[in-house]
């Protein structure tokens, strides 16, 4: 039985996710991690969209994107077929990398993108991978709050408007609301 197509809406803010089969890793070493980040700025820049966050783990990565046209699908499938592809060329593999289909969540408030933009800051965090969500490199986090070069496909202005007008005020905005999220055993100051 075929599935049913996803919905797709010009001007939607999605978060999206994307996972392994069976807990492969979707990232063996970091040029998997560097050359994903190209494709997809590629696939940014090709289908317009606004990437307001993303993070790479090992066997699954988060985006948060706004798709001006409806075509999400059509992004996610060269993004995840390019990746798969050199993946397993790179790594002497074949067969399927991706479980399923990749998962989205239409975000339709403010209010739930500012905690979808947490949720995917401090992922890194919860899977024991950093003290700090800017401490990982393989997100945009750092680049956000300005502690690192921000991806190229990142739509800093935007993300960052949605904290203050000014960028510096924003940026420390930006990084007390991902902080508040830490669990309490983490002090936001821990390895500074």
């Known amino acids: ?74 992004g996610m499938q060269r993004l995840n077929s390019m990746h798969a592809q050199a993946f397993n060329d790179s790594h002497g593999q074949f067969g399927g990398l991706m479980r399923n289909r990749y998962h989205t969540k239409l975000v339709e408030t403010e209010a739930h993108l500012l905690e979808v933009i947490r949720y995917v800051a401090l992922n890194p965090v919860r899977a024991g991978l950093c003290v700090r969500p800017a401490d990982w490199r393989w997100s945009s986090y750092a680049g956000s709050i300005g502690w690192a070069s921000p991806a190229p496909f990142l739509d800093l202005e935007r993300l960052l408007k949605l904290f203050s007008s000014d960028p510096a005020v924003a940026r420390s905005r930006l ?9 309490p055993s983490v002090s936001p100051m821990s390895g500074v």
Do not use: K
């Open 175 to 183: 990084r007390a609301f991902v902080e508040d999220g830490l669990p």
């Open 1 to 74: 039985m075929p599935r049913p197509p996803r919905i797709q809406a010009s001007g939607a803010t999605y978060h999206v996710s994307a996972n392994s089969t069976f807990g492969r890793m979707l990232f063996a070493e970091n040029d998997d991690r560097r050359w994903f980040e190209y494709r997809l700025d590629d696939v940014v820049r090709r289908c317009d969209w606004s990437c307001l966050s993303h993070c790479l783990l090992g066997t699954h990565y988060h985006l948060v994107v706004t798709t001006p046209e409806p075509n999400l699908a059509a």
